[in-house]
């Protein structure tokens, strides 16, 4: 945060009912614009000179839905966090997790992935918003691996695909993946190689007032700060990684992937990985091709390998998360999730 926001606040100009009335408008044309999207994507793809089921229609359509999506998540969460942040300061919250219920929030950290119907780019916001929260980084890894590759989205479609014993038998790989990879994470004393800003963000207390002096309004307040400022730097590069996402996902190289993991070669997991990490899609947009990929022969460990790379892995992801973590956590991040994808899909061979 600037010198400034970290001194006095300033007085506010406008009486407590506009903020409060300010916030539930604000709130109400969030929720609007949120249920528009994808009309409005539509809409707006028909524009084009492209037919929509193109694969440029279809790489149009899908920057046009995922770029205000993520940006629209992104500015409410930190908002939201912004505000919890003038509560439970970095120090009270690394306190809270502190000791021996630190073990405690690896598998929370997971399961609040699971239930989060959000695909990896979409999970970033949240990610950056436990990360300014002062939340250990490994429990803020274990969601971020949990979100896309366990949720309930996903879930459902592998059920209806292949069935409640392969989907419970996913959750529980997925889910000890995301556990033991934050844990191990969290054990690195990985903080140091958050970006500056970050760090900076997570050195004192929230903006503002003592503690004990702010008001409700003085809370919204620094929220909207918080969305400023973290918005502002991000900003940029979620269009650019989404724009990245959507070229890969309306040129998806279907025939190329059958042929690399349409056998059961010992190869074809780590192949599968290579593949899927430079892609960009969701578990439901990933579901089609894993029934492709089962109907001409691929062994399901390899294609549930493919599966866990691409929603929590993917390249768009990567470009996001540079804002906030450095090179060499990324490559940390990458390497710990693909040990246990490479595991997982392995493991599924040997054993179905």
Request: glycine share 12%.
């Amino acid at each position: 945060m600037s010198a400034d926001t970290q001194g006095t606040m300033p007085q506010r100009s406008r009486p407590d009912w506009l903020w409060y009335g300010g916030a539930a408008l604000a709130g109400i044309l969030w929720l609007l614009l949120y249920r528009q999207l994808i009309p409005f994507s539509d809409w707006a793809t028909s524009l084009f000179p492209v037919a929509r089921d193109s694969h440029t229609g279809e790489a149009i359509a899908f920057f046009l839905y995922d770029v205000p999506k993520v940006l629209l998540l992104l500015t409410l969460i930190v908002f939201v966090t912004g505000v919890l942040r003038s509560w439970f300061s970095p120090e009270k919250t690394r306190a809270v997790l502190s000791g021996k219920r630190a073990i405690l929030g690896y598998p929370l950290g997971a399961a609040l992935g699971v239930l989060t119907p959000f695909c990896s780019c979409s999970s970033v916001p949240l990610f950056i918003g436990f990360v300014s929260a002062g939340i250990p980084l490994g429990v803020t890894f274990s969601f971020l691996i949990a979100g896309p590759m366990v949720g309930p989205v996903g879930l459902g479609l592998l059920f209806g695909l292949v069935g409640w014993r392969i989907a419970a038998i996913y959750l529980v790989f997925g889910f000890t993946i995301s556990t033991l990879a934050g844990w191990a994470m969290g054990r690195m004393g990985l903080e140091r190689y958050l970006q500056d800003w970050v760090r900076e963000l997570n050195a004192g207390p929230a903006p503002g007032l003592p503690e004990e002096r702010l008001t409700l309004v003085d809370r919204m307040r620094i929220g909207l700060e918080q969305v400023r400022e973290i918005l502002g730097k991000v900003w940029i590069w979620v269009v650019i990684g989404i724009a990245i996402g959507a070229l890969i996902h309306g040129y998806v190289p279907e025939a190329t992937m059958l042929r690399i993991m349409g056998g059961e070669a010992w190869w074809s997991v780590p192949a599968a990985v290579v593949v899927g990490i430079p892609m960009y899609t969701n578990a439901a947009g990933v579901i089609p091709i894993v029934e492709a990929l089962l109907g001409k022969g691929a062994a399901l460990g390899t294609t549930l390998a493919f599966m866990m790379s691409v929603i929590a892995l993917s390249l768009p992801e990567m470009i996001i998360l540079k804002q906030v973590l450095t090179l060499r956590l990324i490559a940390i991040f990458i390497a710990v999730v693909a040990a246990g994808i490479l595991a997982t899909g392995f493991l599924f061979n040997a054993i179905l």
